[in-house]
């Protein structure tokens, strides 16, 4: 990836200086992408995919109880206000009885409660309608690799057999 954008940067250069436009100050700029004391991120190319940095677990416990459980990548973590269930008629439904997080200083979204390793909730049956003994919702979560990159809103569908 890195290797890309700098081959399209050194590109850009070269149509610029074959434009006549000065480039002197883009080439200084173009230095600093190819240098490793830069200020620029280097991006890791292992980051994981979401469903792997977030490992998702959906089950229902006793009759009543959804329960919800991610197990987090050593290095990411998931945002407290991003987790939301959304049912079958496309109702949006905050968790509001979630576990304290982390707080921690997010540069894009400033003091957020944050959740590192492993995040368990419960939720009751009775929020999703349930259809010949099964309950379908979409499960709406956010989360980083820290440091490194935030993964966009990633939305799960989830089918669940209740029970008779």
């Excluded at 292992?46 to 197990?71: C, G, H, N, Q, Y």
């Excluded at 290095?75 to 959304?86: D, E, N, P, T």
């Excluded at 919702?137 to 956010?142: E, N």
Aim: with cysteine; charged share 15%; glycine share 4%.
């Amino acid at each position: 990836m890195k290797h890309f954008f700098i081959t399209a940067c050194q590109s850009f250069l070269l149509a610029a200086a074959c434009m006549g436009f000065p480039v002197s100050t883009l080439a200084q700029q173009d230095s600093l992408l190819n240098s490793r004391s830069s200020s620029f991120p280097v991006v890791r190319s292992s980051i994981l995919p979401a469903e792997e940095a977030f490992a998702l677990s959906t089950f229902i416990e006793a009759p009543d109880t959804v329960v919800l459980l991610w197990e987090i990548k050593e290095g990411y973590y998931l945002y407290q206000k991003s987790i939301s269930v959304v049912d079958s008629n496309g109702h949006i439904y905050s968790l509001p009885e979630l576990p304290a997080g982390k707080v921690i200083e997010d540069e894009f979204f400033g003091e957020v409660e944050v959740y590192f390793e492993r995040l368990l909730t419960r939720f009751p049956l009775t929020t999703l309608a349930v259809e010949n003994n099964t309950a379908n919702f979409t499960l709406q979560h956010q989360g980083c690799a820290k440091d490194l990159y935030c993964y966009p809103l990633q939305t799960t569908p989830i089918t669940l057999t209740v029970p008779e």
